[in-house]
């Protein structure tokens, strides 16, 4: 059963979401149901038109980041690629979002920015990318159990 209500404008809600992520980390799939029940209170609450514009706004920042990596030197390329990574992340996010309240919450006057096979493949680009330069940083045991969750995200979109 959910108890915690995301706001994920809310930068308490953003800390909730690292301190339930570190804990599924530590302590397996309990706090992972307990954060995907969070991600559907959250997108079942926010209007439609909001998780679109978050989408938009969320896609330029990463466009603008890409043009940036193509003009800057070496030392500051990593960091700029975490925030290019971050930003498709979200919008990707969002995107799952929308499926979400179409398919889950049945809202079926939403229409989508991605349809569901289209949205894993991208989300399994993603995870890669995110994945090399996570390995620089983090430990792989770690990594291990995020790919767990996107495989449980992919096999659901497939399955729609």
């Not at 030392?75 to 919008?91: D, N, P, Q, W, Y």
């Not at 991605?114 to 399994?124: A, I, Q």
Request: with cysteine.
């Amino acid at each position: 059963m959910c108890h915690h209500t995301l706001d994920v404008s809310n930068p308490e809600s953003i800390e909730f979401i690292k301190k339930m992520l570190k804990q599924y980390l530590c302590s397996g799939t309990a706090a992972l149901d307990k954060l995907i029940c969070d991600f559907d209170i959250a997108f079942k609450n926010i209007r439609t038109i909001r998780i679109k514009d978050s989408y938009y706004k969320s896609l330029a920042i990463a466009e603008k980041l890409l043009d940036y990596q193509r003009n800057i030197n070496k030392e500051k390329m990593e960091i700029v690629t975490k925030f290019h990574l971050a930003a498709r992340g979200i919008s990707l996010f969002n995107s799952l979002g929308l499926l979400i309240k179409k398919f889950y919450h049945q809202e079926a006057a939403i229409s989508l920015i991605h349809y569901p096979f289209e949205l894993t493949g991208l989300l399994e680009n993603w995870f890669y990318d995110n994945a090399k330069i996570w390995r620089k940083n983090n430990k792989e045991s770690e990594l291990y159990r995020i790919r767990e969750a996107f495989i449980e995200i992919n096999n659901y979109l497939r399955n729609l």
